[in-house]
């Protein structure tokens, strides 16, 4: 199976910067490279629409993510982005639940969990980003919470919750400071992530795939990508320059 980059670009970038970044990865990197590694961006979701034109001017190889998603389908929500909005905009994933939504925006596990819903309903893939902060690493309490953040989706859609989905391990502590998580560190948890999650559905669970965010760059994304437990990657910060984002792509190829 090919791993997959996501590229989160979060509140970065303008017209002319995401085309030049879409012109860079057309020119350097080849038709082989290219479809060897799956290709995921999270642009801003107004340039999504732009965006999908660029790549299929240019013939590139690239997924659309949405960054985040409304639990509502239509109605008096000013600001909002329904499930809809993306699919006609050709969004295949949707990040749902990451830490700065949950921090900065308050989103707690019924929220996400909404969200996850109704991603899951459109039938576009949902990644779920789950992750303890410092304090509670510190106080050894990523197991737990973990589990608490992966626990209210299956309570609620049972055995089939996780079928073809994705599960995004971002330690909050290793988000956009530097230090990732050890390689040991990121097996142990994607290992209990899926473990955890065979055991809750008896093992009926089909195509779960987990992915690691915190802190990837150029340096790092080598060994990452060649462990086994490790189907892909979120990428933030590194993601936004084209020669190194280029270089990443690179790094997991040869
Ligand atoms: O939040 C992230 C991906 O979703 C990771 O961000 P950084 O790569 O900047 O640590």
């Given amino acids: 199976m090919k791993k997959t980059i996501i590229a989160n670009w979060k509140l970065n970038g303008n017209k002319k910067i995401i085309t030049d970044f879409l012109l860079n990865v057309h020119r350097h990197l080849t038709k082989t490279e290219l479809n060897s590694v799956n290709i995921v961006i999270a642009f801003p979701q107004i340039y999504l629409c732009l965006v999908k034109h660029i790549i299929n001017d240019l013939d590139l190889n690239i997924h ?93 859609l049972g055995n089939t919750a996780f079928d073809n989905t994705i599960i995004a391990y971002e330690p909050v ?4 400071t530097g230090k990732s998580a050890s390689i040991e560190e990121v097996i142990n948890i994607h290992k209990f992530i899926k473990k955890y999650i065979q055991y809750y559905t008896n093992n ?23 462990q086994k437990d490790v189907d892909g990657l979120l990428v933030g910060n590194s993601s936004l320059n084209s020669e190194i984002f280029i270089k990443m792509i690179k790094n997991m190829i040869y």
């Fill in 64 to 156: 659309l993510c949405s960054q985040d998603v409304s639990y509502n389908s239509i109605g008096a929500f000013t600001g909002e982005v329904s499930i809809h909005m993306l699919k006609e905009n050709f969004v295949k994933y949707v990040i749902v639940g990451h830490s700065e939504r949950r921090n900065f925006h308050n989103e707690n596990n019924n929220i996400i969990l909404k969200k996850f819903i109704k991603v899951k309903e459109s039938e576009l893939i949902p990644i779920l980003c789950v992750g303890e902060n410092l304090k509670e690493k510190e106080m050894k309490q990523t197991e737990l919470v973990l589990k608490q953040q992966i626990t209210k989706i299956l309570d609620e």
């Fill in 204 to 226: 009926s669970i089909q195509s779960l795939s987990i992915y690691y965010g915190g802190s990837v760059n150029e340096k790092n994304i080598k060994m990452l990508s060649q």
């Fill in 173 to 176: 502590w290793a988000i956009g």
